[in-house]
């Protein structure tokens, strides 16, 4: 079955880490572009983070940039999302995308991609 399949969200303290994976099965990631989204209830997604197919090109939005970390491990066929000094204004639902055509940072402003993962809850609460 292809698909991307997420791991490592949960519940974590304001200025905690988490690390989410995003796995993909039945296909060759680092033919991919990875993007990762997120979206807080009453809010439309944001596309907060790529990274290029051979990891070499990252982008990151303003909210994110500096305290999260986008990287890949095309040997594993699997991406990652490090998420440092959180804040409960990170609280969302966090998907991982992935595109054979689109670029990073194009891959973020788009609705259509060839592969989304399922969705991992993250919650930052005291």
């Known amino acids: 079955q292809l698909q991307l399949v997420e791991s490592g969200g949960g519940l974590v303290q304001p200025g905690g880490s988490l690390r989410l994976s995003c796995a993909a099965s039945?296909?060759?990631?680092?033919?991919?572009?990875v993007g990762w989204f997120r979206q807080a209830p009453g809010k439309e997604r944001e596309g907060i983070s790529c990274i290029s197919r051979s990891g070499d090109d990252t982008d990151y939005a303003d909210s994110v940039k500096g305290r999260f970390t986008i990287s890949r491990d095309n040997a594993k066929n699997t991406a990652y999302l490090q998420m440092n000094s959180l804040k409960t204004t990170d609280t969302a639902v966090y998907y991982c995308?992935?595109?054979?055509?689109?670029?990073?940072?194009?891959?973020?402003?788009?609705?259509?991609?060839?592969?989304w993962g399922q969705g991992n809850q993250v919650t930052v609460s005291s």
């Open positions: 039945g296909f060759t990631l680092n033919s991919y572009t």
């Open positions: 995308a992935a595109d054979s055509w689109l670029r990073c940072p194009h891959i973020l402003s788009s609705a259509w991609t060839d592969y």
